[in-house]
């Protein structure tokens, strides 16, 4: 049996440790899954002959645990700046009759994956595509 230890910058709750021990276990080879939301780590122990490293890292690239967890934040930049397409700006309004309220909306861009992946957070899809 040979281990496998990866930092997992995007596994940082618990539904993520239950999500990444079911791919990884469900891989031909996989033998035991210890995974870390506190420390971001997983180590797996696998069979060599069965499986490798490559496409271990291969599954959870796939499910977007090796990436930097980003969050994107306001310019602070008025409305037409020319930031390019990862700008996005908080617009606020404030209406009459409810006096001293001020809302705020924000328009984000979907690109068919949430900002970060987290287990059931996808896009909707309807009955004949899961097919």
């Known amino acids: 049996m040979a281990k496998l230890t990866l930092e997992l910058p995007t596994m940082y709750a618990d539904h993520h440790v239950i999500e990444v021990r079911r791919i990884l276990l469900a891989l031909p080879g996989v033998q035991d899954v210890y995974a870390s939301s506190a420390f971001r780590v997983v ?7 069965k499986i490798n490293d490559q496409e271990i890292q291969a ?15 306001e310019t602070g930049k008025a409305v037409g700046s020319g930031d ?13 009759q409810v006096k001293h309220v001020v809302s705020f909306a924000q328009n984000v861009s979907y690109q068919g994956r949430p900002l970060w992946p987290c287990p059931g957070m996808g896009a909707i899809r309807d009955m004949d595509e899961e097919k």
Not at 43 to 49: C, F, L, N, R, S
Not at 59 to 67: N, S
């Open 43 to 49: 180590e797996v122990t696998y069979d060599p002959a």
């Open 59 to 73: 599954k959870l690239g796939e499910a977007g645990y090796l990436e930097e967890w980003s969050v994107l934040t």
């Open 84 to 96: 390019g397409p990862n700008t996005f700006l908080r617009h606020t309004a404030v209406y009459e």
